[in-house]
Nanobody
């Protein structure tokens, strides 16, 4: 059973940066594609980014392209989301999720994944 724990959230001013981490235990991350989702108050959860098992394929939601970078380090069973030039619209609870399906990243925004973390709050405000 894979367990996921997110960390790195917090309060940041517009234009600032944060790096989120998704640490896995119970199995090794190289068996899974990993995605990041977020949910803003009063809104549905949405997919933000996804990285496939090899790390060769990375997907991004349109509004974060060029600002967010997803990366994985399977030697420490962790996936990262570097978030730069943050805006108030990036505020929300960020979740990581893992799925063993080879083509998970092709449809990750459907929000169907085998395993989910508990989330970390990101607040962008002046």
């Amino acid at each position: 059973q894979l367990q996921l724990v997110e960390s790195g959230g917090g309060l940041v001013q517009p234009g600032g940066s944060l790096r989120l981490s998704c640490a896995a235990s119970g199995s090794t991350t190289n068996y899974y594609a990993i995605a990041w989702f977020r949910q803003a108050p009063g809104k549905e959860r949405e997919g933000v980014s996804c990285i496939n098992k090899s790390g060769a394929t990375k997907k991004y939601k349109g509004s974060v392209k060029g600002r967010f970078t997803i990366a994985r380090d399977d030697s420490v069973n962790t996936v990262y989301l570097q978030m730069d030039r943050l805006t108030p619209e990036d505020t929300g609870v960020y979740y990581c999720a893992a799925d063993s399906h080879t083509y998970f990243c092709s449809a990750y925004q459907d929000s169907r994944a085998d395993y989910w973390g508990q989330g970390t709050q990101v607040t962008v405000s002046s």
